[in-house]
């Protein structure tokens, strides 16, 4: 959660990236998987090993796509900017 906290300030200090039509992608990703990973947690601590190893692992997984996103975002906007002579 303290990681999507973070973003949204990269988001605040690089606006053209906040804009594209990768922010909200990266934002859905991201809450999808942690709902995910919790679900996969609390499964875990009922006694579904199993089960919630698997829903933890396509959490993680969907987390990770979503870190993927915003990076890819984050570094066209820079660029971007960088390009259009913007400090």
């Known amino acids: ?11 605040s200090l690089l606006p053209r990236a906040a804009a ?10 991201h809450n999808a998987g942690l ?6 947690l609390v499964l875990i601590g009922l006694g579904s090993y199993p089960t919630g190893r698997s829903l933890g692992l396509t959490g993680a997984s969907i987390l990770a796509l979503a870190a993927i996103a915003f990076t890819l975002n984050f570094w066209r906007a820079a ?3 960088r390009r259009a002579g913007v400090a």
């Open 1 to 11: 959660w303290a990681s999507l906290a973070l973003c949204g300030v990269g988001y």
């Open 20 to 29: 594209s039509a990768l922010a909200p992608l990266h934002f859905w990703l």
């Open 35 to 40: 709902v995910l990973i919790t679900a996969g």
């Open 79 to 81: 660029a971007a900017q």
